[in-house]
């Protein structure tokens, strides 16, 4: 099983294609196969993700699991302690757009 994954450009949020779109949920990404270097030409002229790419993954009754631990790391979230994270001095820094 092959899925696309990349970066939102507005938050730079982990996204997962899911046929339709970009999710932040890897449950809703699907095989994109073959189909996945033209998928990834068309997303990146369109400029919705930054650097969006395919990996390999294995279907599970949860859903898509990544193949390599660099995108499982990605797509369960950081493998600290959320009150160890840095905080962000403006809130609304999520929404700046460069």
């Given at each position: 099983?092959?899925?696309a994954?990349?970066?939102?450009?507005?938050?730079g949020?982990v996204?997962w294609?899911?046929?339709?779109?970009?999710s932040?949920?890897?449950e809703?990404?699907?095989?994109?196969g073959e189909a996945?270097?033209a998928?990834?030409a068309?997303?990146?002229a369109?400029?919705r993700?930054?650097?969006?790419?395919?990996?390999?993954?294995?279907?599970?009754?949860g859903?898509?699991?990544?193949?390599?631990?660099?995108d499982?790391?990605?797509?369960?979230?950081p493998?600290?302690?959320?009150?160890?994270?840095?905080?962000?001095i403006?809130?609304?820094?999520?929404?700046?757009v460069?």
């Amino acid at each position: 099983m092959k899925i696309a994954t990349g970066n939102d450009l507005a938050t730079g949020d982990v996204v997962w294609w899911d046929g339709e779109g970009w999710s932040r949920h890897v449950e809703d990404a699907i095989d994109v196969g073959e189909a996945g270097a033209a998928l990834i030409a068309r997303e990146e002229a369109a400029r919705r993700v930054n650097v969006p790419y395919v990996i390999d993954a294995e279907p599970t009754a949860g859903g898509p699991r990544p193949a390599h631990i660099k995108d499982r790391i990605r797509a369960l979230g950081p493998t600290v302690r959320a009150d160890l994270n840095r905080v962000a001095i403006d809130p609304a820094s999520g929404s700046w757009v460069i």
